[in-house]
């Protein structure tokens, strides 16, 4: 894609990600909405792709972003590693790898890239912090693993950094206290519960965050089969390499539906309006020294009823608590290259405009 003046953008966005299958099928989604004209504005540019630990190591996770990138032929796009690990040492050991060593099931056969020379130099956080430097206001970050590197960006720069964000956008942490990698926490969140801690406490205007109950309680309708047989049988190098690893990933464990969390907060992010049924603002912090609860998002349900006499915070979260599935089916079989997918998504363009 040719390079375009920046005053032609009307955002920026910086993707940072800890690359499995989930942040690859948001990666993808972000960069074929590039083109599209959704809710008025003139067009996005995918900034910057920043990784983190979390999935795997961030060097795995920046390695996965050039290959997603090769295999959409988008090459162009920054990727700058970042923290390989957590603010402060865990004290205890990931047992289970659900994506693998390498965040792609150890699969193999990849495409071939030379990450050494596409990698930037620049680490990810001090390109965070240039990039909001640069356009001011104008630069959403999505953050879709651990929040080790926006944490540290925050700790770093402080209020020069906090003022010039355009709109932070998490998928992480846990509204009920169901948790996916402990018993009531959510990996994200439990991958760095300091980071998350310091980003909800930090940020000046609320953070949209898609918790882990949406995500695996939705109906969304979309089976395993649909994905491996019919989006799967789609032949371009995304879609394939995607297919190989999530059959390689879902089918030993004997999945039945098919969720990517990732997909769902970039699709939630490009169409508000289409895919949000329904959202609340809160306060929230992260748990740090519970012994059952550590990681753990918790919420302030009263919401502003009564006064909190011991704390006196303020919202700070736009917590999505339900999505709608219809429009991701077809944001998703977009992403995907399904033939016919173009005439529906150019519609949900449309109805999107019409309701903003």
């Known amino acids: 894609m040719a390079d375009t003046c920046a005053s032609d953008y009307d955002s920026f966005v910086v993707y940072d990600c800890d690359i499995g299958t989930d942040d690859a099928w948001g990666l993808a989604m972000l960069l074929r909405a590039e083109g599209l004209r959704i809710a008025g504005r003139k067009s996005f540019k995918v900034a910057a792709v920043t990784c983190v630990q979390g999935n795997t190591s961030v060097e795995n996770g920046t390695l996965n972003a050039f290959r997603v990138l090769s295999t959409l032929e988008r090459l162009d796009v920054p990727v700058f590693e970042g923290c390989a690990d957590p603010i402060v040492p865990r004290t205890w050991v990931i047992k289970s790898h659900f994506h693998g060593l390498d965040g792609f099931s150890d699969v193999g056969d990849y495409p071939t890239v030379n990450a050494d020379d596409l990698r930037s130099e620049e680490h990810a956080v001090n390109?965070?912090?240039?990039?909001?430097?640069?356009?001011?206001?104008?630069?959403?970050?999505?953050?879709?693993?651990?929040?080790?590197?926006?944490?540290?960006?925050?700790?770093?720069?402080?209020?020069?950094?906090?003022?010039?964000?355009?709109?932070?956008?998490?998928?992480?942490?846990?509204?009920?206290?169901?948790?996916?990698?402990?018993?009531?926490?959510e990996f994200n969140f439990m991958m760095d519960q300091e980071a998350a801690h310091i980003v909800l406490e930090r940020l000046k205007q609320p953070a949209l965050i898609l918790p882990w109950e949406p995500c695996i309680d939705g109906e969304y309708g979309l089976t395993?089969?649909?994905?491996?047989?019919?989006?799967?049988?789609?032949?371009?190098?995304?879609?394939?390499?995607?297919?190989?690893?999530?059959?390689?990933?879902?089918?030993?464990?004997?999945?039945?539906?098919?969720?990517?969390?990732?997909?769902?907060?970039?699709?939630?992010?490009?169409?508000?309006?289409?895919?949000?049924?329904?959202?609340?603002?809160?306060?929230?912090?992260?748990?740090?020294?519970?012994?059952?609860?550590?990681?753990?998002?918790?919420?302030?349900?009263?919401?502003?009823?009564?006064?909190?006499?011991?704390?006196?915070?303020?919202?700070?979260?736009?917590?999505?608590?339900?999505?709608?599935?219809?429009?991701?089916?077809?944001?998703?079989?977009?992403?995907?290259?399904?033939?016919?997918?173009?005439?529906?998504?150019?519609?949900?363009?449309?109805?999107?405009?019409?309701?903003?």
């Open 127 to 185: 390109a965070m912090y240039r990039l909001a430097c640069q356009h001011p206001g104008k630069v959403d970050f999505l953050l879709c693993g651990p929040l080790t590197n926006f944490a540290c960006c925050i700790n770093l720069y402080g209020d020069k950094f906090l003022d010039k964000l355009g709109g932070v956008y998490i998928m992480g942490g846990n509204i009920l206290g169901k948790g996916n990698v402990t018993k009531s926490a």
């Open 224 to 356: 395993l089969g649909w994905r491996l047989n019919v989006l799967g049988a789609v032949k371009h190098p995304f879609v394939e390499l995607l297919t190989r690893v999530e059959r390689a990933m879902l089918v030993p464990r004997g999945f039945e539906k098919w969720v990517s969390c990732d997909a769902l907060l970039t699709a939630a992010y490009l169409f508000p309006q289409q895919m949000i049924a329904d959202e609340r603002e809160y306060y929230a912090t992260v748990e740090l020294c519970g012994v059952h609860t550590r990681g753990q998002m918790v919420l302030d349900h009263l919401r502003g009823r009564f006064v909190d006499a011991i704390h006196g915070k303020t919202k700070n979260v736009r917590v999505i608590r339900r999505l709608n599935a219809e429009p991701f089916r077809t944001i998703i079989s977009y992403t995907g290259f399904l033939p016919q997918a173009d005439i529906d998504m150019e519609k949900l363009c449309r109805d999107e405009q019409q309701q903003s």
